[in-house]
């Protein structure tokens, strides 16, 4: 890998790399909070609208990290690509993922969305390939096509087996899409880790896309109406969701990004098919059928497989 000069890296010459433990560690606590925001999630648009989750989600997250950005955080004068970068994370990665995959969530079940979920790595695993120059070997691209077979399973209504007519098809297709906006966050983001804080290119991003999904609140009939949270157990999942699954796991994310391949990095999300499945069963009682468990299956095999490829990454750091 060439060497950066050092006008791209002024905020953070001089940092010792972390500890093997406290990386990993990281990456764990990180994937156990998405996971189990799965089901929190399913449970909190029963009382506001996917939208509304989504607003709340980046608008509290975003203005808790802004609070810890220093003037240090940022470049002194950001590059145009930078400044663009920031806008698609906010847009895209952020606002059109959210509602995409909260719109997913309300149908399909929560085990469903952590299993999909567990695509992403393949995906982050091809775009880096393409985009950064990181490795794909054939163990990856094996473990793509058990990790696309592992999704139809999972659409397959278990009484029909006719994909078509699955009820939980369209929830997996829209959980799916948004796969595609998170992936491409993290590949953005890669890109801006050693110029930008993992405060400041988390909260700017997650205030961009508060801001842009003002316009579609105002297009429902309820207004502002569908903002309201008035359950207790809803406002907890509102404020986990908020502080920990976005603000202080996208935080540490890009965090973990300046010190891993983004790759390499992906292959932690594999963790959340396993969590979420679990804290789906504990908090909403859902049962899964026979198909999901040869879906997932298939997907833990691409875990493997994504595994055992990367052994020949480079450190941390690198």
């Not at 920031?86 to 509602?99: K, R």
């Not at 794909?136 to 999972?154: T, Y």
């Not at 095999?301 to 941390?316: E, F, Q, R, T, V």
Request: hydrophobic letters at 55%; charged letters at 10%; aromatic letters at 10%.
């Amino acid at each position: 890998m060439t060497a950066r000069s050092p006008d791209k890296q002024p905020n953070h010459e001089g940092e010792k790399r972390p500890p093997a433990i406290l990386v990993y560690s990281a990456a764990v606590a990180i994937n156990l909070a998405w996971a189990l925001s799965y089901p929190i999630s399913k449970r909190v648009i029963t009382e506001c609208t996917p939208i509304a989750l989504s607003f709340w989600r980046m608008i509290i997250g975003g203005t808790l990290l802004l609070v810890f950005v220093r003037r240090r955080d940022v470049p002194r004068s950001p590059r145009v690509a930078d400044l663009a970068a920031i806008a698609f994370m906010g847009l895209v990665g952020f606002a059109l993922a959210t509602a995409l995959q909260y719109l997913g969530t309300a149908l399909t079940l929560a085990a469903n969305v952590s299993l999909l979920i567990g695509l992403e790595p393949v995906v982050i695993v091809a775009m880096a390939a393409l985009l950064l120059g990181e490795p794909f070997p054939w163990k990856s691209r094996f473990g793509l096509v058990l990790a696309v077979s592992g999704v139809v399973l999972v659409s397959v209504d278990p009484a029909t087996l006719d994909l078509l007519s699955s009820q939980y098809l369209w929830g997996n297709i829209l959980v799916l899409l948004s796969i595609l906006g998170y992936a491409s966050y993290t590949i953005v983001g890669k890109r801006l880790v050693h110029r930008w804080s993992a405060s400041a290119m988390t909260a700017i991003p997650l205030l961009v896309g508060a801001v842009a999904t003002v316009p579609v609140l105002a297009l429902d009939s309820r207004g502002t109406r569908q903002l309201l949270i008035t359950g207790a157990s809803e406002a907890w999942g509102v404020a986990f969701i908020a502080i920990f699954a976005t603000a202080l796991a996208y935080a540490g994310w890009n965090w973990l990004l300046k010190w891993m391949p983004a790759s390499r990095l992906s292959y932690s999300l594999y963790l959340q098919p396993l969590a979420g499945a679990l804290f789906s069963y504990w908090l909403l009682g859902e049962r899964l059928s026979p198909s999901y468990f040869l879906g997932a299956t298939l997907v833990m095999g691409a875990i493997a497989l994504g595994s055992s490829s990367d052994g020949n990454s480079k450190p941390l750091g690198q």
